[in-house]
């Protein structure tokens, strides 16, 4: 993954995904379990504009911001 690389090449990385991922880069939690997990959630919509509001409201703190979505 990007984001272990980037922090083993010693870059500081904020990571926005849910809370139960498993990450060397600083961890910025969305939901607390992965949706995929919760047959209840029939929409990522919602989340993922959650994470994009999250990501845009700190984006003066970082140099580079990378989306990645996945299904």
Request: proline letters at 6%; hydrophobic letters at 45%; one cysteine or more.
């Amino acid at each position: 993954m990007i984001t272990e690389e980037l922090v083993r090449r010693g870059h500081e990385v904020s990571l926005f995904a849910s809370g139960d991922s498993v990450t060397s880069a600083r961890l910025v939690p969305i939901v607390p379990r992965a949706l995929r997990s919760e047959p209840a959630c029939t929409s990522h919509l919602p989340y993922l504009i959650v994470q994009l509001e999250k990501a845009i409201r700190s984006a003066r703190d970082f140099d580079i911001i990378q989306l990645a979505v996945c299904g």
